[in-house]
């Protein structure tokens, strides 16, 4: 169970000093019974007039950031310190209601899930569907753990991690037809899988934690995306498309929503001219202090 120290400095440049806007911010993991916040530090500069603390509509923590001073520069810079339990694989017995594909939810846990179910893109010649069912064998028979990690190894063996600076991500069809893209672009399209199957899945935001340096894991040193499934009596399992991972090993949260615009780590506006805006830099390490 190692303890992990997170540092996550964005820093904006500008040609001359501007006015901000409000600013939003989702730096905090999220606690639970696998991730327990022992430490956290946050600076700003130039030092704001007001920070509100607020839980949005999916329980994530945001920092809503009010300034009065202009400045050329702007510094959000956060320190954390997690205690975190790894959770490896999905495990569900012959008992458990989810434990054979295909399934269907309960009555009383569909309000909540529907729109968690419902497709956001347009699919007309059913692509996305049609490349996630080839991984259901013998409909009735096939465990709903293995159609999962086998959706989630495929998209890690054949499709192309490419880092993408730009914000936003491509349409899980960009995709599918081009087979390379981001963990954004990885997490979305598996989302629009598995909701072609009926699942309620989920567009998760953190951490990566890569293990040394001949770790194959990608990913790490920015913002990393993946998702989550939900499964009765297994709850919201983690699953992250982009290193194979099945479980929340190395997976720190911090938000949690239905689409990815709704996970943005932090957002706001300037008052200036476009030009003025220099360069935005971002830099995150995530350390064990194990050592694992």
């Given at each position: 169970?190692?303890i ?20 939003r ?26 920070i ?15 300034f ?21 694989g ?30 956001s ?102 913002t ?7 499964l ?12 194979g ?48």
């Open positions: 169970m190692p992990l120290t997170i540092h996550h400095k964005t820093e904006y440049r500008y040609a001359r000093p501007v006015s901000f806007g409000e600013h911010i989702m730096l905090r993991p999220r606690d639970g019974y696998d991730l327990r916040l022992i430490g956290e530090a946050l600076t700003i500069e130039p030092t704001p007039t007001a509100r603390w607020i839980r949005d509509v999916f329980g994530n923590t945001v920092g809503i950031v009010k009065a001073a202009q400045s050329d520069r702007l510094v959000f810079d956060s320190k954390v310190k997690v205690d975190h339990r790894p959770v490896r999905l495990h569900l017995s012959p008992e458990d209601y989810a434990y054979l594909h295909p399934f269907a939810y309960d009555d009383d846990e569909m309000p909540d899930l529907a729109l968690s179910i419902n497709r893109f347009d699919d007309p010649d059913r692509k996305i569907e049609l490349w996630a069912r080839q991984f259901v064998r013998n409909t009735g028979q096939m465990r709903t753990q293995d159609l999962l990690a086998d959706i989630t190894h495929a998209i890690k063996r054949d499709f192309v991690y490419r880092r993408r600076y730009e914000p936003g991500v491509q349409t899980p069809l960009e995709t599918l037809r081009s087979g390379m893209g981001t963990c954004r672009d990885f997490a979305l399209f598996m989302i629009e899988a598995v909701r072609s199957l009926g699942y309620a899945a989920r567009f998760v935001s953190g951490y990566l934690h890569v293990r040394g340096s001949g770790n194959e894991r990608v990913g790490g040193g920015s990393h995306a993946w998702v989550q499934v939900y009765p009596s297994a709850g919201w399992v983690e699953f992250d498309p982009t290193n991972i099945v479980g929340n090993r190395d997976l720190i949260r911090v938000a949690i929503a239905r689409e990815p615009q709704q996970a943005i780590p932090l957002w706001g506006s300037y008052t200036g001219e476009a030009s003025d805006h220099l360069e935005m830099k971002v830099n995150i390490s995530v350390v064990s202090e194990a050592g694992a």
